[in-house]
């Protein structure tokens, strides 16, 4: 692979194209300058191997016009000035690279040359089609289905991969964000690199600022020694913030400056420490409904929001549903070590039928609870999805053994069956081919009262 780096630089005042070039070229990055983008056209072409670093407002082409004319596998940054941060996002949102926001450190930009360059070149190393063929079969293994709502988030999913830009996946709790959030790391440049996921909702606020930033010995009590904060540590990589909507307003300050600056400070440290960093956020709320609302800070919204992806319900991809349960029961089965049946048209009729509320990961439960309670009567997917879904305490996930979790399944299926048969003990003797002996001790144990069934009873 070719490691000189290359860039072209275009902005219509001298005086910053000769600061740029003087620092890039102490960098070792070779520099082209132009003031009209038109005249570096000619050399933008598909084996270009370098960057384009662009100013957004010049006459006659401006960055938007530039960025839509080159070749799309060229990396572009953009460079503009407050008033143009609205267009530099939209710009992002068709394909730019990344943008930064004038004044900016110029060792910040070269940081950015380079690692745009070395995803140039190793974009250049694979042909196309090569590269094409082996996301697409990752990711249709990742994210399952053939819907056309699932068949557009593989097509959006690849197309922000290659580029550096910050994502915001909003959506529905249970319609997969986290696994977005892998895919989208996977398959960039940054795939060999840390992914880090924290549920900010789920830190104190008290402790954000040391969970995200670190902190240094004796910077506050109990602090016995340096902590490595959670940027630093997915320094080159991807850092994933789920439930960024949950953030207390004190702090999305702070958050700001750091993906202003790119840097962190340690609690109880005055040393900004650079970081490389691709954020991707995840939201169940609408962030600028949020934003509106006062409850969002209006400039972080505009920060992260420079492209999102926006995950549907799984009611809204009914066609997907028998797939990704079969794909659940196989997991469980392998876990579990239990034989997998295979789905009836029935059972994938009321699969189809039923609403999903809580999206993919409620019919993951479902399939785990299908096999283990199949494994104890034989039930049918139709019967186990009458009798409710558990609240997540009740849920087959987690650290529950097996007896656990089957024992679990058999007590929902005794109560199902005498509530529906009115207490009536024969009929569910009959129903579920257990001994009178078997089926009282059974409701012993899990504390069943027959007076409990009984029409009218007010128990």
């Avoid at 530099?88 to 004044?103: N, R, S």
């Avoid at 420079?306 to 349960?325: G, H, K, M, S, T």
């Avoid at 069956?417 to 257990?434: C, D, F, P």
């Amino acid at each position: 692979m070719n490691n000189i780096m290359h860039a072209v630089v275009i902005d219509d005042e001298l005086s910053v194209l000769e600061s740029l070039e003087q620092r890039l070229m102490l960098a070792d990055i070779n520099v082209q300058t132009f003031t009209d983008a038109r005249d570096a056209l000619p050399l933008l072409t598909s084996d270009f191997q370098g960057v384009v670093v662009s100013d957004i407002r010049m006459p006659g082409m401006d960055g938007m016009s530039l960025l839509q004319t080159v070749d799309p596998t060229i990396p572009v940054i953009l460079i503009t000035g407050h008033g143009g941060i609205a267009q530099a996002v939209e710009a992002m949102k068709l394909g730019a690279y990344d943008f930064m926001e004038k004044p900016f450190k110029q060792e910040r930009l070269v940081e950015l040359i380079q690692r745009a360059c070395r995803q140039r070149q190793a974009t250049l190393a694979t042909t196309r089609q090569q590269s094409g063929t082996k996301d697409d079969d990752w990711l249709s293994s990742a994210i399952i289905g053939d819907s056309e709502p699932t068949q557009t988030l593989r097509k959006h999913i690849r197309a922000l991969a290659r580029v550096n830009a910050d994502v915001v996946i909003s959506g529905e709790t249970g319609t997969g964000k986290e696994l977005v959030a892998r895919s989208l790391h996977t398959l960039s440049i940054r795939g060999d690199q840390p992914f880090i996921a924290v549920n900010v909702g789920a830190i104190p606020e008290g402790l954000l600022e040391s969970e995200l930033f670190g902190h240094e010995a004796g910077a506050f009590t109990g602090a016995q020694k340096r902590r490595i904060g959670l940027f630093e540590a997915a320094h080159q990589g991807t850092l994933f913030l789920d439930e960024i909507e949950s953030m207390p307003m004190s702090f999305q300050i702070k958050l700001l400056r750091v993906l202003q600056e790119r840097e962190v400070v340690r609690v109880g440290s005055h040393t900004p420490i650079p970081i490389n960093v691709r954020i991707i956020s995840a939201t169940k709320e609408d962030l600028r409904e949020a934003a509106n609302e006062g409850r969002f800070r209006e400039d972080l919204y505009y920060r992260l929001m420079v492209a999102d992806i926006q995950l549907p319900a799984l009611r809204d991809r009914i066609d997907d549903v028998p797939a990704l349960f079969s794909h659940y029961l196989r997991e469980a089965g392998e876990s579990n070590d239990l034989e997998v049946p295979e789905l009836t048209y029935d059972d994938i009729l009321a699969l189809e039928l039923h609403s999903w509320p809580g999206n993919v990961r409620e019919l993951k439960h479902t399939a785990e609870r299908y096999l283990l309670a199949r494994s104890i009567s034989g039930i049918s997917v139709t019967d186990l999805l009458k009798l409710g879904q558990p609240g997540p305490s009740a849920s087959l996930s987690g650290e529950r053994s097996l007896s656990e979790r089957l024992e679990q399944v058999e007590k929902a299926l005794i109560s199902s069956e005498l509530t529906q048969h009115n207490g009536n003990i024969k009929q569910v003797m009959e129903v579920l081919s257990l001994p009178r002996r078997t089926l009282n001790e059974k409701m012993q144990k899990y504390g069943l009262k027959r007076a409990q069934f009984l029409s009218g009873s007010s128990e």
